[in-house]
């Protein structure tokens, strides 16, 4: 089991940055399939995007090419660098770990969930 502890996110304008982070604690990580997830306000908790132990990603269509993913398996870490950020983007972000080596993109592969950061774009 992988504990999760994630971080930075916060109130930016549209167009803005933010970067978030995820320490994870646990002999797993290196292995881990790692994912970013999150949950609007009413609206069910979806995919964003994961990256497993040797660096392949997956990203939803909605953050492909503002979104990157990144994970330092010395330091058990994972970021999400989140650039020219809409008002859609605003929710709450969990980062996730799942057993690997696969990738996969639905919240019942991902056995540990941190307890989220919310992401608010204003508009």
């Known amino acids: 089991q992988v504990q999760l502890v994630e971080s930075g996110g916060g109130l930016v304008q549209a167009g803005g940055s933010l970067r978030l982070s995820c320490a994870a604690s646990?002999?797993?990580?290196?292995?881990?399939?790692m994912g970013w997830f999150r949950q609007a306000p009413g609206k069910e908790r979806e995919f964003v995007v994961a990256?497993?132990?040797?660096?392949?990603?997956s990203y939803a269509d909605s953050v492909k090419g503002r979104f990157t993913i990144s994970r330092d398996n010395a330091k058990s870490t994972v970021n999400l660098q989140m650039n020219s950020l809409k008002p859609e983007d605003t929710a709450v972000y969990y980062c996730?770990?799942?057993?690997?080596?696969?990738?996969?993109?639905?919240?019942?592969?991902?056995?540990?969930w941190g307890q989220g950061t919310q992401v608010t774009v204003s508009s």
């Open positions: 996730a770990a799942g057993m690997g080596p696969l990738i996969a993109t639905i919240t019942s592969a991902f056995s540990s």
């Open positions: 646990g002999r797993t990580f290196s292995s881990a399939v």
């Open positions: 990256i497993n132990w040797r660096g392949d990603t």
